[in-house]
C-alpha cells in the first residue's frame, strides 16, 4: 500500500489504476501511484500511448483556441481530469481572461487537485460528478454557467470510459439538448481502426483498471454529434484536426488511435 499523501481525498484505492492518474502520468505529471504507472508502462509496450495522449491534448488545446476565437466564452469540460500544463481555462484565458469553465469529473483526486489549483479563479470551478447524470451536471454547472447562452461542451478523450451498456450516445444527446444554438460540442475518442491488434492488447490492460475502455469505429462516433453540424476537416485523427504545422501531423496520423470532430449546434 502506498503512503497517503495530503491531495488524495479520504477513500481513494491508490491500488487501484485509474484512467485519469494513467493520463496524468503518460503526459509527465505528478500525481499518479506505482499501480497507475505499471499500467502505463503496461500500455506503452502494446501501444503508442505517450504520443496517443500528448496529440489528444494538443487537439484539446486547438479546440478551445479555435472557440475562443469564435466567441465562446463558456466552457463545459466533461471528463476533465487530474490539472496538468494547458488547462482549458488557462488557454481560454489567452484569448478572452473572462471565459468561464466549468471542470467535471469523477475522479476525486483530479477535482481534489483541482479545488487547490482553482481558488483564485472566480471565473472557473471543479466539480465531483458522474458525467453519465447530464441533468445533475447541467444544474450543477449552471450556479457559473449561462446555458441560454453559447458554451464550448468539451468531451476529450473521455466516452471511451462508458459501456455501450451506459448509452454514451444518449448521455451526449442530453447535452446537447441542453445547450443553446450556436454551442459547439468537441468530442475526441479512442479507435481500433487504425492498429486493431494493438488496441485489444491495451482494451485488455485496461479491462484491469477501474475504467474499462470500449474503443469505437468512426460511424459510432459520428452518431455522438448527433444534433450538430460537423465543422471542417470533419472526423478525423487527432493530428489531422486543424493543425497548427504540418509536423504536428506527422508521418501516419491515423497512430494517434484517437479519432477528433467538432459540431455547432444550430
Sequence with gaps: MVDRVSWVPEG???????????????LGGGHNFEADRETAEAL???????????????YLRRVVLELAGLGIRQFLDLGSGIPTVGNVHEVAHEVAPESKVVYVDFEPVAITHAELMLADEPNVTALLADLREPE??????????????PVGLLVVGVLQFIPDSDDPWGVLSRYVEALSSGSYLALSHFTADSMPAAMAAGEEIFARTAEPITPRT???????????EIVEPGIVFTPEWRPETPEDVGA????????AAVGRKP
Excluded at 481513494?12 to 503518460?26: E, G, M, Q, T, W
Excluded at 501516419?252 to 479519432?259: C, F, L
Aim: aromatic share 6%; hydrophobic share 45%.
Design 252 to 259: 501516419d496520423p491515423s497512430k494517434a488511435n484517437i479519432y
Design 12 to 26: 481513494v484505492n491508490v491500488d487501484v489504476p485509474s484512467s485519469a492518474r494513467i493520463y496524468d502520468y503518460l
Design 218 to 228: 468512426k460511424a459510432q462516433v459520428a452518431d455522438m454529434m448527433a444534433g450538430t
Design 44 to 58: 506503452i509496450r502494446v501501444l503508442p500511448v505517450r504520443d496517443m495522449a500528448r496529440r489528444n491534448r494538443a
Design 136 to 149: 445533475k451536471v447541467v444544474a450543477q454547472a449552471r450556479e457559473l454557467l449561462d446555458f441560454s447562452q
